[in-house]
Nanobody, 124 residues
């Protein structure tokens, strides 16, 4: 099972940027899809972005399209979420997820492993 550790969260003003990183352990990283999800108190966890094993396919939630970018570096076993033009509604705990297949994750059901989460707070 892949173990995941997120970093890069924090407090940022609206309009600012953050880059989240998710470091994975295990030799299967380069053969599986990865994703980012987020959750706010009282709400269900929601999909944000996903990337296939090669990085050739990415999927981005409509509400963050054009502001967020997902990428990966298989040599470093790391997946990234670049977040620009942040808004207060982006405030959430962001979770990294590892898929069970090479495809980009489509939902939580596709995830086999989860990180512990990193808090992102956007002040208006």
């Amino acid at each position: 099972q892949v173990q995941l550790v997120e970093s890069g969260g924090g407090l940022v003003q609206a309009g600012g940027s953050l880059r989240l990183s998710c470091a994975a352990s295990g030799h299967t990283f380069s053969s599986i899809g990865m994703g980012w999800f987020r959750q706010t108190p009282g709400k269900e966890r929601e999909f944000v972005a996903a990337i296939s094993w090669s990085g050739g396919t990415t999927v981005i939630k409509n509400s963050v399209k054009g502001r967020f970018t997902i990428s990966r570096d298989n040599a470093k076993n790391t997946v990234y979420l670049q977040m620009n033009s942040l808004k207060s509604e982006d405030t959430a705990v962001y979770y990294c997820a590892a898929g069970r297949r090479p495809d980009a994750l489509g939902s939580e059901a596709d995830a086999g492993s989860w990180g512990q989460g990193t808090q992102v707070t956007v002040s208006s």
